[in-house]
Structure formats: structure tokens, C-alpha cells
């Protein structure tokens, strides 16, 4: 019944008529009853409604007709807002002319009322291409339109410089603001343009100039030829080196004649290298070309030429007379010193060839001396056990001898014999330690804890009835720390030091042995009030075969100390000297003081005396050299002992089973016949009877991993030749710690090696 597009004065009357016809049928009812009523009250409220709209139309009316009003108003403000630009400035809105302003408008006052709203954004394009005022663009204006809707996306703008009668210049700008608006701007840059067209000049002009200026005063003559090989400039120089006057070289003047003068005037020799026809091709073919030639006055001219962007060239001349003269002179010294070289290196050649042959035969001869060093150093290493042997067995044999002969006359002799065996025994031992330290084997030293308590003891033990025959006292500090050094070697090279002392020590004299500890070094000493040391001969004494001035000859053969530096040097450890002579001499060697289990070392000076006690046990003997087994056999049974005397492990065990029981202790030497070797032995006859048998491993191998072997097995070791006082002290302590259920055992006891 009512539309709400008809005006709010036809809706309000409507209403107005709606009612009355609901009132008039109100009161035609005959009864009031409780339908009527409810039509009657329907009938009020949908008047409010209709009221309340009226109202809400009449304020949206209101409101409408403010927008409108509003919208003019911004409409003038923006027009306004527009003509005050000093750009050009026109809105399209779905591709047609919306508003612009009035200098937009004037830009082409011939076409003024074609630029009106309703102008298509096309139309635009081309009614500027076709304006009167149009000269030119950059790129062209038709095409402006394309690069405009390609851009409608991405908000880029689209801009072209166009020229206009009146040497005008505009910047056409176009960007897409939304996907209906397009914002157009013509801003004037005329004032740009004619200010960077004036600069250019002025810069251009300047530049001429200064071109000009750098032309006329290089030191090089240059001039330039046109396409049709014509003069067309050239500065001062370039007469100069031609040595033409000014008015000959006139604008214009072809090449050809230039070249044609030069030779009637003998300023250039004749030479077919001049033609122009020539210089022209290779110019087309290479784009320069160079030159070197002579001119009639002997001077030398460097010619080069250049092709110039319009076909024609750039000629340089330089007088290059003195620096070809001076390369000439250099090349002719050149060539003498190259002539001087070449002799030399001939003799240099010859020379080398003569150092090579020498250098291969001192190579042969170092081939043969290492050869023989090694054959040398191999064979006394290899035969230290056949060397040691009988050696070994003779000192068995002379001792039971010298026991048997103590009440005889012939005891002087055999104590004699016992004194020349126990040098040879000393000069073989230095020889083999010298030979081993030779050959830089890495089993020759092992490095480990060491019981300064051991060595010295077991020094003291060895030296002190040699001392006690000589009338020398000897003193031992005793010492309970332990230092990281080779038992073998540190014993060693103690022992050659005392050696040394008691030797060259007169009767009644004195060799004290001891250790100092400085921070985390100790430093063992020894002291004698012998003959001294001159300072000269301090350095050398410590090298082979060498003795002071002040030794008696036939004293030794001077290979004591040179085992001892050797063995510190390989070591690690300081060995120095003081000494004055006619006072005496303090031999040091410094070592690293480490930490160790003091429990796990028995020290050798706590073994029991027993030289006046009878060996009275049985006592498996394995060895297989015959006179070594002959006279421990011997020199045992002399002291006691009931020997089983075998050359095998298969022999012992024969032995011990024909016995029924196991033997005190076992004495095995470390390598027997066919591989076998005394740790097996041991280690069989210990498993057959079930018995934790003593057991002493004799040998001529000093290797650490023998050692180990050793002292994995609880054997003790001893090398050979053996010290029979030491042995004879070992048995009866060995024996009698088994008997007694003792736990510790010396892990290593030797001879020489101390061990």
C-alpha cells in the first residue's frame, strides 16, 4: 500500500487516509467486542509506526539534502583548490574527463572547449598528438596509453616530456589513483629544460676550450684528418717535429701532399710504409695502426694513428731518437750481458755437474758409513746375548774357584782374574749401551716411575767392596722419591758416575751419593775428593774414548761418561759438571719428580745380608748354554743347593715330575732353544704342580715389555752377567717370603741393570 520510493508528503497522506478508513470501520461495528477491540488497538499502534517512520524519513530527508549541499560545497573548495595549482590537473573517472582546472584547459588554447567533462581518457591522448601546439615527445604520446593501463594495477606512474610551440616544455604525468580514477598532470618544466639546455653550452664551450688548451700544448704533434684524408688541425708540436713552417700546413691540405713535402724537404726518407692507401686499409681493417721510422736527420719518429668516430684519423708523432738510442745501447748491453750469462752459466753448469758427482759419491760413501754404522750397531745388539753368556758363565765359574782356592796360594790369582773379568765386563757393557742408544730405537728407554731408593741401594750394594779394596769411603744418602726415567739406563749412568769416582779417587779419599729436591726437579749427586776436572777438559770428557790430561794412561777407555750423556740426552734429563782439580768433582743429573705407589717397590737394600748362609734348597735350573748351566750348577751346589740342572721346559718338567714335588724356587734364563723362553716355562711348571713356585728370570734383554712380562708373572728379572752376591740375597728372599706368606715382591732385581 505504500511505496517507499514516492515522496514522504504522498507516504504521510497515505497513511492519514489508511487510518480513517480503520476508525470509520471502528465505528461502524455494531458490538465492541473483544475482536474489534484488538483491530481498534492494532489499528493505534500501527499509526505510531507509521509516525515514527514519517519522523525517520523527514530527518533522512534532512539529512540527504545537508550530503547534497556538503558535497557541492567540497565540489567549489576543490575546483577552487584546483585553479590555484600552477599544474595542470584533470580527474577521469571510468575512463571519461570528470572535472579539471583551468590551466589544464589553457595548455592548448586551441582546442580549450574539446577539454570538457565527458572527455574520453583516449580521446585525451590523441587530441594532444593532434593539438597544434604539439612539437614532439619523447617516446610518443599515442603510446603513453598502453604503458598507462598495463600500470593500472600496480599504482606506477606513466610520464612523457613534451615540447610545445613557444619553446614550451611540459611533463605529462598519468597514474591510476583507484581502478576507476585516473589523475592527469601537466607540470610546466620549461625553466628545467632552457637552464640545463644553457649549462650544456656553456659546459660544451668550456669544454672546447679546454680541449682546445690540452691540444696545443701536449708534447706530442697531433693532427687530424678528415674522411677524405684532409688536414683538419694540428698544434704547435706536430710543425715542430716536422720542422714545417706554419703557413705550408694549411687547412684542407690532403695527406698525400703532406707526405710529398716531407720527402722534397728529406724530412722522411722514402718508404712504401708511408702510403696513405695503406694506412687507410689497416686503419678500416684494425682501427690504429703504429709506426717507427727514420727521417732524413737520423731521428727516429714513432707514428700513430687512430680512427676518429666520422671516418677520419688521428695522426700522434713523437721524436722518440734519444729513447730508441738508449734501448739501442741497452739492447747492445743486453745482448754482452746475455753473451757474459750465457758463459757464466756454462761454467755454473759445469761446475754442478762436478758437485753432483761429488755429492753422488759422498752420498755412496754416507750409504756405506750408515751401512756399517747400522751392520755394527745390529751386530752388537744381536749378539749382546751370545756376548753376555760367557761372560755370565765365567764369573760363575771364577767365584765357585775363588771360593774353592780361599785358603791356597792360587786365591791372589783368581782374585786378579775376577778383577780382569769385572773391566772386560764393564767395557762390554758400555760398548752394548752405547750401541743401543745409537739406534734411536723407541724400546731402547721406557720411561716410567722409577724408586731413587732402589737404584741407589742396589749401587751401593755393587760398588762397595770395590771401594772398600781401594781404601775409598763410600757414603750413600738414602732417598724415597721417585722420578719419571728408565731404571735400566738412570742405574746405569749412576753407576758409571761412582764408577768413575771410586776410580779416579786416591786411597783414604771419599764418594758421597745422594739426591737434593728443587721444587718439582731432584737432582741426583755425586761427590768425590778425586784429582778434578781441568775446565778445558770438561766438555770433551763426555765424548768417546776421551780422558782429561790429568788420567793416567791405561786408566780406562773413557766410555763411562759418554753412556751417561748419551742416555740423559735421550732421556730428557741435565747432566752437568763442577769440578776442580786436585779438590775434586760433583757430577748432578736432574729429573722430573713424579708421584707413585711407594708399596708396589721393595727397595733392594732391605733384602737380606746373606753371604755366610748356605743355600739349602732345591733349586730347577733352566738354561739353554751348557757351560752357563755347568757353572750356576757349580756355584750353587758349592752354596748349598740341590740343583736340577735342565736346557728345556720339557727337561724341567721331567724333572720335576721324576721329583713328585716342586722345587724352592726356579732360575731360568729368558730365551732357550726352538722360541721357547723362561716365562713359559715358569708359567707350565707353576700350572702342573698347582704351586705358586718363586721364580727369577736371568737374561741379556733389557726391554721394557720383558719387564712388564715379568712383573705380570711375579718374576723377578736380573740381566746377565748376574751379580752372584745380589742372586745369592734374592733366592733366600724369595724362598723365605713364600714360606712366610710375605705379599710384596721386588718387581725387577738385576745385575748391572739393577733391575
Same mark, same amino acid.
Request: hydrophobic share 40%.
Given at each position: 500500500?505504500?511505496?517507499?520510493?514516492?515522496?514522504?508528503?504522498?507516504?504521510?497522506?497515505?497513511?492519514?487516509?489508511?487510518?480513517?478508513?480503520?476508525?470509520?470501520?471502528?465505528?461502524?461495528? *455494531?458490538?465492541?467486542?473483544?475482536?474489534?477491540?484488538?483491530?481498534?488497538?492494532?489499528?493505534?499502534?500501527?499509526?505510531?509506526?507509521?509516525?515514527?517512520?514519517?519522523?525517520?524519513?523527514?530527518?533522512?530527508?534532512?539529512?540527504?539534502?545537508?550530503?547534497?549541499?556538503?558535497?557541492?560545497?567540497?565540489?567549489?573548495?576543490?575546483?577552487?583548490?584546483?585553479?590555484?595549482?600552477?599544474?595542470?590537473?584533470?580527474?577521469?573517472?571510468?575512463?571519461?574527463?570528470?572535472?579539471?582546472?583551468?590551466?589544464?584547459?589553457?595548455?592548448?588554447?586551441?582546442?580549450?572547449?574539446?577539454?570538457?567533462?565527458?572527455?574520453?581518457?583516449?580521446?585525451?591522448?590523441?587530441?594532444?598528438?593532434?593539438?597544434?601546439?604539439?612539437?614532439?615527445?619523447?617516446?610518443?604520446?599515442?603510446?603513453?596509453?598502453?604503458?598507462?593501463?598495463?600500470?593500472?594495477?600496480?599504482?606506477?606512474?606513466?610520464?612523457?616530456?613534451?615540447?610545445?610551440?613557444?619553446?614550451?616544455?611540459?611533463?605529462?604525468?598519468?597514474?591510476?589513483?583507484?581502478?576507476?580514477?585516473?589523475?592527469?598532470?601537466?607540470?610546466?618544466?620549461?625553466?628545467?629544460?632552457?637552464?640545463?639546455?644553457?649549462?650544456?653550452?656553456?659546459?660544451?664551450?668550456?669544454?672546447?676550450?679546454?680541449?682546445?688548451?690540452?691540444?696545443?700544448?701536449?708534447?706530442?704533434?697531433?693532427?687530424?684528418?678528415?674522411?677524405?684524408? #684532409?688536414?683538419?688541425?694540428?698544434?704547435?708540436?706536430?710543425?715542430?717535429?716536422?720542422?714545417?713552417?706554419?703557413?705550408?700546413?694549411?687547412?684542407?691540405?690532403?695527406?698525400?701532399?703532406? !707526405?710529398?713535402?716531407?720527402?722534397?724537404?728529406?724530412?722522411?726518407?722514402?718508404?712504401?710504409?708511408?702510403?696513405?692507401?695503406?694506412?687507410?686499409?689497416?686503419?678500416?681493417?684494425?682501427?690504429?695502426?703504429?709506426?717507427?721510422?727514420?727521417?732524413?736527420?737520423?731521428?727516429?719518429?714513432?707514428?700513430?694513428?687512430?680512427?676518429?668516430?666520422?671516418?677520419?684519423?688521428?695522426?700522434?708523432?713523437?721524436?722518440?731518437?734519444?729513447?730508441?738510442?738508449?734501448?739501442?745501447?741497452?739492447?747492445?748491453?743486453?745482448?754482452?750481458?746475455?753473451?757474459?750469462?750465457?758463459?757464466?752459466?756454462?761454467?755454473?753448469?759445469?761446475?754442478?755437474?762436478?758437485?753432483?758427482?761429488?755429492? #753422488?759419491?759422498?752420498?755412496?760413501?754416507?750409504?756405506?758409513?750408515?751401512?756399517?754404522?747400522? =751392520?755394527?750397531?745390529?751386530?752388537?745388539?744381536?749378539?749382546?746375548?751370545?756376548?753376555?753368556?760367557?761372560?755370565?758363565?765365567? *764369573? !760363575?765359574?771364577?767365584?765357585?774357584?775363588?771360593?774353592?782356592?780361599?785358603?791356597?796360594?792360587?786365591?791372589?790369582?783368581? &782374585?786378579?782374574?775376577?778383577?780382569?773379568?769385572?773391566?772386560?765386563?764393564?767395557?762390554?757393557?758400555?760398548?752394548?749401551?752405547?750401541?743401543?742408544? #745409537?739406534?734411536?730405537?723407541?724400546?731402547?728407554?721406557?720411561?716410567?716411575?722409577?724408586?731413587?731408593?732402589?737404584?741407589?741401594?742396589?749401587?751401593?750394594?755393587?760398588?762397595?767392596?770395590?771401594?772398600?779394596?781401594?781404601?775409598?769411603?763410600?757414603?750413600?744418602? =738414602?732417598?724415597?722419591?721417585?722420578?719419571?726415567?728408565?731404571?735400566?739406563?738412570?742405574?746405569?749412568?749412576?753407576?758409571?758416575?761412582?764408577?768413575?769416582?771410586?776410580?779416579?779417587?786416591?786411597?783414604?779419599?771419599?764418594?758421597?751419593?745422594?739426591?737434593?729436591?728443587?721444587?718439582?726437579?731432584?737432582?741426583?749427586?755425586?761427590?768425590?775428593?778425586?784429582?778434578?776436572?781441568?775446565?778445558?777438559?770438561?766438555?770433551?770428557?763426555?765424548?768417546?774414548?776421551?780422558?782429561?790430561?790429568?788420567?793416567?794412561?791405561?786408566?780406562?777407555?773413557?766410555?763411562?761418561?759418554?753412556?751417561?750423556?748419551?742416555?740423559?740426552?735421550?732421556?730428557?734429563?741435565?747432566?752437568? !759438571?763442577?769440578?776442580?782439580?786436585?779438590?775434586?768433582?760433583?757430577?748432578?743429573?736432574?729429573?722430573?719428580?713424579?708421584?707413585?705407589?711407594?708399596?708396589?717397590?721393595?727397595?733392594?737394600?732391605?733384602?737380606?745380608?746373606?753371604?755366610?748362609?748356605?743355600?739349602?734348597?732345591?733349586?730347577?735350573?733352566?738354561?739353554?748354554?751348557?757351560?752357563?748351566?755347568?757353572?750356576?750348577?757349580?756355584?750353587?751346589?758349592?752354596?748349598?743347593? =740341590?740343583? !736340577?740342572?735342565?736346557? =728345556?721346559?720339557?727337561?724341567?718338567?721331567?724333572?720335576?715330575?721324576?721329583?713328585?714335588?716342586?722345587?724352592?724356587?726356579?732360575?731360568?734364563?729368558?730365551?732357550?732353544?726352538?722360541?721357547?723362553?723362561?716365562?713359559?716355562?715358569?708359567?707350565?711348571?707353576?700350572?702342573?704342580?698347582?704351586?705358586?713356585?718363586?721364580?727369577?728370570?736371568?737374561?741379556?734383554?733389557?726391554?721394557?715389555?720383558?719387564?712388564?712380562?715379568?712383573?705380570?708373572?711375579?718374576?723377578?728379572?736380573?740381566?746377565?752377567?748376574?751379580?752372584?752376591?745380589?742372586?745369592?740375597?734374592?733366592?733366600?728372599?724369595?724362598?723365605?717370603?713364600?714360606?712366610?706368606?710375605?705379599?710384596?715382591?721386588?718387581?725387577?732385581?738385576?745385575? &748391572?741393570?739393577?733391575?
Amino acid at each position: 500500500m505504500l511505496n517507499p520510493e514516492d515522496p514522504a508528503e504522498l507516504q504521510i497522506a497515505k497513511q492519514a487516509k489508511i487510518i480513517d478508513a480503520l476508525v470509520r470501520r471502528a465505528n461502524r461495528q *455494531k458490538d465492541v467486542g473483544p475482536s474489534a477491540f484488538r483491530a481498534f488497538q492494532s489499528a493505534i499502534e500501527l499509526r505510531q509506526r507509521v509516525m515514527e517512520q514519517s519522523r525517520d524519513l523527514e530527518r533522512a530527508t534532512t539529512e540527504l539534502e545537508s550530503a547534497r549541499y556538503e558535497r557541492e560545497q567540497t565540489r567549489k573548495s576543490l575546483v577552487k583548490a584546483l585553479s590555484s595549482m600552477e599544474e595542470g590537473f584533470a580527474l577521469f573517472t571510468d575512463g571519461q574527463l570528470n572535472l579539471c582546472n583551468d590551466l589544464f584547459q589553457t595548455i592548448f588554447p586551441d582546442v580549450p572547449e574539446l577539454v570538457s567533462p565527458g572527455l574520453d581518457l583516449a580521446q585525451f591522448f590523441t587530441l594532444v598528438q593532434n593539438s597544434g601546439q604539439f612539437v614532439s615527445s619523447d617516446r610518443g604520446v599515442s603510446d603513453m596509453l598502453d604503458t598507462l593501463l598495463s600500470n593500472c594495477h600496480t599504482g606506477l606512474v606513466s610520464s612523457e616530456v613534451i615540447e610545445l610551440l613557444g619553446d614550451r616544455w611540459y611533463k605529462l604525468s598519468a597514474q591510476y589513483t583507484s581502478t576507476e580514477n585516473v589523475v592527469i598532470l601537466l607540470t610546466d618544466i620549461t625553466s628545467v629544460v632552457r637552464r640545463n639546455r644553457d649549462e650544456k653550452e656553456t659546459l660544451i664551450d668550456r669544454q672546447e676550450d679546454y680541449l682546445q688548451a690540452v691540444f696545443q700544448n701536449m708534447s706530442s704533434g697531433l693532427c687530424t684528418f678528415s674522411a677524405d684524408t #684532409e688536414i683538419m688541425m694540428h698544434n704547435a708540436r706536430f710543425r715542430e717535429i716536422l720542422n714545417l713552417p706554419h703557413p705550408l700546413l694549411r687547412p684542407r691540405m690532403p695527406v698525400q701532399n703532406l !707526405l710529398d713535402l716531407m720527402r722534397a724537404r728529406g724530412l722522411i726518407k722514402a718508404d712504401d710504409e708511408l702510403k696513405v692507401g695503406k694506412w687507410q686499409h689497416e686503419l678500416k681493417s684494425r682501427g690504429w695502426l703504429r709506426k717507427r721510422v727514420r727521417d732524413g736527420a737520423d731521428r727516429v719518429l714513432d707514428i700513430q694513428a687512430n680512427q676518429l668516430p666520422d671516418g677520419g684519423f688521428l695522426v700522434e708523432l713523437k721524436d722518440v731518437t734519444l729513447e730508441a738510442r738508449a734501448t739501442e745501447t741497452l739492447e747492445n748491453r743486453v745482448m754482452e750481458r746475455t753473451a757474459e750469462l750465457t758463459r757464466a752459466n756454462e761454467k755454473l753448469i759445469r761446475e754442478y755437474e762436478e758437485k753432483a758427482r761429488v755429492e #753422488e759419491a759422498l752420498r755412496v760413501a754416507k750409504e756405506r758409513a750408515e751401512a756399517a754404522v747400522s =751392520s755394527k750397531t745390529r751386530f752388537l745388539a744381536a749378539a749382546s746375548h751370545d756376548l753376555l753368556q760367557p761372560i755370565n758363565a765365567a *764369573k !760363575l765359574m771364577i767365584s765357585t774357584l775363588m771360593e774353592i782356592t780361599r785358603d791356597t796360594d792360587l786365591h791372589e790369582m783368581m &782374585d786378579r782374574l775376577d778383577g780382569a773379568f769385572g773391566s772386560a765386563e764393564q767395557l762390554l757393557h758400555s760398548l752394548l749401551d752405547i750401541s743401543r742408544l #745409537e739406534t734411536a730405537d723407541p724400546d731402547t728407554v721406557s720411561p716410567t716411575s722409577v724408586s731413587l731408593a732402589s737404584v741407589i741401594a742396589g749401587i751401593h750394594g755393587d760398588q762397595a767392596l770395590v771401594a772398600e779394596k781401594n781404601n775409598v769411603r763410600l757414603d750413600v744418602v =738414602s732417598c724415597s722419591e721417585f722420578v719419571h726415567s728408565d731404571s735400566v739406563y738412570l742405574l746405569r749412568s749412576i753407576q758409571n758416575l761412582v764408577v768413575n769416582a771410586i776410580q779416579y779417587t786416591e786411597p783414604g779419599g771419599r764418594v758421597l751419593v745422594g739426591c737434593r729436591r728443587r721444587g718439582d726437579k731432584i737432582v741426583v749427586q755425586v761427590w768425590d775428593t778425586g784429582i778434578g776436572i781441568a775446565r778445558k777438559d770438561q766438555a770433551r770428557v763426555f765424548e768417546e774414548f776421551t780422558r782429561a790430561d790429568n788420567v793416567t794412561f791405561g786408566s780406562g777407555m773413557g766410555l763411562g761418561l759418554s753412556v751417561v750423556d748419551r742416555a740423559c740426552r735421550l732421556l730428557g734429563h741435565k747432566l752437568s !759438571l763442577r769440578s776442580k782439580p786436585g779438590v775434586g768433582s760433583v757430577f748432578s743429573i736432574e729429573m722430573d719428580r713424579v708421584e707413585a705407589d711407594r708399596g708396589a717397590i721393595e727397595p733392594l737394600d732391605l733384602l737380606p745380608h746373606t753371604d755366610d748362609m748356605s743355600l739349602d734348597h732345591i733349586v730347577l735350573v733352566i738354561e739353554n748354554d751348557k757351560d752357563v748351566l755347568f757353572g750356576t750348577t757349580l756355584w750353587l751346589e758349592q752354596n748349598g743347593a =740341590s740343583v !736340577l740342572p735342565a736346557r =728345556s721346559t720339557e727337561e724341567a718338567m721331567r724333572f720335576v715330575t721324576d721329583m713328585g714335588m716342586p722345587p724352592d724356587i726356579i732360575l731360568a734364563d729368558y730365551q732357550l732353544d726352538d722360541g721357547d723362553t723362561g716365562v713359559n716355562a715358569i708359567r707350565q711348571i707353576r700350572e702342573m704342580t698347582q704351586t705358586h713356585v718363586p721364580a727369577i728370570l736371568i737374561t741379556a734383554d733389557r726391554s721394557e715389555s720383558l719387564r712388564h712380562a715379568g712383573l705380570r708373572h711375579d718374576v723377578s728379572v736380573m740381566t746377565k752377567p748376574v751379580k752372584l752376591s745380589r742372586l745369592r740375597s734374592l733366592i733366600v728372599w724369595k724362598v723365605h717370603r713364600d714360606l712366610t706368606g710375605m705379599a710384596s715382591t721386588p718387581t725387577k732385581v738385576g745385575g &748391572d741393570s739393577g733391575g
